[in-house]
C-alpha cells in the first residue's frame, strides 16, 4: 500500500493525542489548534503534467508500456515531496509545485538504463523514488520545468542468497518489512532497523546512508554493503567483487550516500547473519546527561557492546519521548534523570553474557536498573514517533528533528550549541519550544545525537524553522559535527554540506556527476547545487 499522502505511514495506525498532550502543549508551548485542517485530497488543484506526447510515448516504451506510466492526479500527488515537517505543511496546504509530470515504474536495470537515456535526450529531470521517507529534501529537485519521478517498487526482489558467504543481493524497491520476511525464510536477517524500517526500500537505505537503530550490534547500512549495481545516462557501474579490495579507491563509499544525483542504484550486495534466538532489551536510569553518556562511551570503546544502545536527555525521557507509545502516560516514580535502552541479540548464551557483563559497566558508571519493561516498551513503539508527529501536527503544534554527530570529546559542546541555537531563534519568533535529543547510535570514537524540536506553529512556521534549522546547521558546524549523520543531504542540507566537504571535495563531486551524468538530469539540486 501507498503511505498517508498527507502524513506518515499507514492511516491506520494514526491516533490523536491525549488529552494530558494537548493541555501540556497549550499550556507550556502556547499551541492552539489550527483554524482549519489540511486539505482533501480530492480538492488538490493538480496542475497538468505538461510534458508532449512524444515525451511520454518515449519514456512510456522504456519501461515496457503505457500500463508503467501513471500521469493521473493521485498517483502524482503521492510522489511529491517527501516527509519532513516543511513537506507535511506545504502539501497540507495545497502546495504541489513540487508535484511530478509522471511516475514511471521500471521492472529491472535495463529498463532503468532506458529511462535514464531517455530523459538524458529530452532533457528531462528524474528524481529516484524509493519508500518517499526522505526528511531532507532529498525529493524534491531544483525546478527547471517538468520532472518525473522514478518509482522502484516493481523492483522487488530478493535476487540472491550466497549462505556460505552469509551475502544477499536485492532489488532496490525491495521494502525493509518484505526484505527482512524473505531473509528470515531463509534463516537470516539484514539486522537495519531505522525509525522508517515500515516504508523505507533497500535503495534507499543505501543511496543516504542509513543507520538502523540496532547500529551498535550490526553497523550502519553503509557498512553492510558489500556491492552496488548503478544505472546511470551513461551506462552501468558495476562495484564490489570481493569483501575487501586494495584495487584502487572503493568506488562503492563514492555510490553510498549519493541520494540519486550520480544514478540510479539497481541492486545491492549486502551481508546477512543469522535470525537471532533471542531479542533482550532493558532499561536504565541515570542522574545526568553526562553520566549516561560517558556509560556509553565505555561500552563503545571498551565493551561488551549491545546490540541497541542509546539514550535520552532529561527533556525526553520528562515528556516520555524515550517510549513513544507511552506519551501522555503518567511519568513513573523514578522519571527524574535520563533513560537508556540496551538491548542484547544473539544466541541466548551469548546475549545473557554480554547483558550480565554490560550490566556491571553501566552500574560501575552510576546507572541504575528499571528491568525489561522500558526497553520492551521501546522496542515496541519504537517506529511510532511519525505517527505521534503527525499528530502534534494536527494539534495545531510544530514538530521536526534533525541530527548530527561528532567524536566523543565534542559531544558536550556539539549538544549544548545546538540546543542553544534552536532555542534562541525560535523564541525570538515568538514560538518558544521543547528542544528534546537522545544519543542514538554509538561508535568507538563518537556518537550521533538526534534532536527532536516541538513549538507552537506560529503565524510563518516555514519560515520559523528555516531560520531555527539555519542557526541549528551553524552550530553544528561551529562545534565539530557533521551536518547529517544519517537523515542524508537532500537539498535542506546542501548549504552546510557544500561547507564540510570544502571546495576542492565538491568540485571532486561535481567532476563525477559530469562523468555519469552529463546531462544533469539525475536529481538535480541534490546533494550538489546546480552548475
Known amino acids: 500500500m501507498d503511505m498517508l499522502w498527507s502524513g506518515w505511514g499507514d492511516p491506520a495506525e494514526a491516533a490523536p493525542l491525549p488529552e494530558t498532550v494537548t493541555g501540556l502543549l497549550r499550556d507550556l508551548l502556547g499551541v492552539t489548534p489550527r483554524a482549519t485542517g489540511p486539505v482533501d485530497l480530492a ?5 497538468e503534467p505538461g510534458l508532449p506526447p512524444a515525451v511520454l510515448d518515449d519514456l512510456a516504451g522504456a519501461v515496457g508500456g503505457a500500463a508503467h506510466l501513471r500521469t493521473d492526479a493521485e498517483t502524482r500527488v503521492r510522489h511529491t515531496r517527501g516527509k519532513s515537517t516543511p513537506d507535511l505543511l506545504r502539501i497540507r496546504d495545497g502546495d504541489l509545485d513540487d508535484v511530478p509530470a509522471a511516475v514511471l515504474l521500471p521492472a529491472g ?17 528524474l528524481v529516484p523514488f524509493g519508500g518517499g521517507t526522505s526528511v531532507v529534501g532529498g525529493l524534491a529537485p531544483a525546478r527547471r520545468g517538468p520532472f518525473v519521478a522514478l518509482d522502484l517498487r516493481r523492483m522487488d526482489r530478493l535476487l540472491a542468497v550466497d549462505p556460505l558467504s552469509r551475502t544477499a543481493t536485492l532489488h532496490p524497491g525491495l521494502r525493509a518489512p518484505h526484505a527482512e520476511a524473505l531473509l528470515a525464510a531463509q534463516g537470516f536477517t539484514l539486522g537495519h532497523f531505522p525509525q522508517s524500517y515500515e516504508w523505507a526500500t533497500i535503495g534507499g537505505f543505501a543511496a543516504t546512508r542509513s543507520s538502523g537503530q540496532a547500529s551498535a550490534g550490526y553497523g550502519r547500512f553503509d557498512e553492510m554493503v558489500l556491492g552496488l549495481t548503478l544505472a546511470t545516462p551513461e551506462g552501468t557501474l558495476d562495484t564490489g567483487r570481493a569483501p575487501r579490495s586494495a584495487a584502487g579507491p572503493d568506488l562503492r563509499q563514492l555510490l553510498l550516500g549519493s541520494e540519486g544525483a550520480f544514478g540510479v542504484i539497481t541492486s545491492v550486495t549486502v551481508r546477512i547473519r543469522p535470525v537471532p534466538a533471542v531479542r533482550r532489551y532493558e532499561g536504565w536510569r541515570f542522574a545526568s546527561f553526562e553520566d549516561g553518556a560517558t556509560a556509553l562511551r565505555h561500552l563503545a570503546q571498551d565493551g561488551p557492546r549491545p546490540t541497541v544502545l542509546r539514550l535520552s536527555d532529561e527533556t525526553e525521557t520528562l515528556v516520555g519521548l524515550a517510549q513513544p507509545d507511552a506519551i501522555g502516560a503518567a511519568a513513573p516514580p523514578q522519571a527524574a534523570g535520563c533513560t537508556a535502552v540496551a538491548g542484547y541479540e544473539g544466541t541466548a548464551e551469548e546475549a545473557a553474557y554480554r547483558q550480565e557483563r554490560a550490566a556491571a559497566v553501566l552500574r560501575a558508571c552510576g546507572g541504575t536498573p528499571l528491568g525489561a519493561e522500558p526497553g520492551e516498551r521501546w522496542a515496541h513503539g519504537r517506529y511510532a514517533a511519525p505517527y505521534l508527529r503527525d499528530a502534534l501536527l494536527d494539534a495545531g503544534a510544530f514538530a521536526e528533528t534533525l541530527e548530527t554527530a561528532a567524536f566523543w570529546s565534542r559531544v558536550p559542546e556539539l549538544y549544548a550549541s545546538v540546543r542553544a541555537a534552536l532555542t534562541a531563534t525560535l523564541t525570538e519568533a515568538g514560538t518558544p519550544p521543547l528542544v528534546m535529543c537522545h544519543i542514538s547510535h554509538v561508535y568507538e ?9 516541538v513549538s507552537a506553529q506560529g503565524e510563518t512556521p516555514l519560515t520559523h524553522w528555516a531560520r531555527a534549522k539555519r542557526a541549528a546547521n551553524e552550530a553544528i558546524l561551529a562545534a565539530g559535527g557533521t551536518i547529517s549523520h544519517h537523515h542524508g543531504v537532500g537539498t535542506d542540507h546542501r548549504d552546510a554540506y557544500l561547507e564540510e566537504a570544502g571546495p576542492l571535495g565538491i568540485a571532486a563531486l561535481r567532476a563525477v556527476k559530469r562523468c555519469l551524468d552529463p546531462a544533469g538530469v539525475l536529481n538535480p539540486g541534490v546533494l550538489l547545487p546546480l552548475d
Not at 536495470?109 to 529531470?125: E, Q, T
Open 445 to 453: 570514537n563518537g556518537a550521533s545525537l538526534y534532536f527532536t524540536v
Open 43 to 47: 480538492d488538490l488543484d493538480v496542475p
Open 109 to 125: 536495470h535495463d529498463d532503468v538504463l532506458a529511462v535514464l537515456r531517455a530523459c538524458a535526450r529530452h532533457g528531462l529531470p
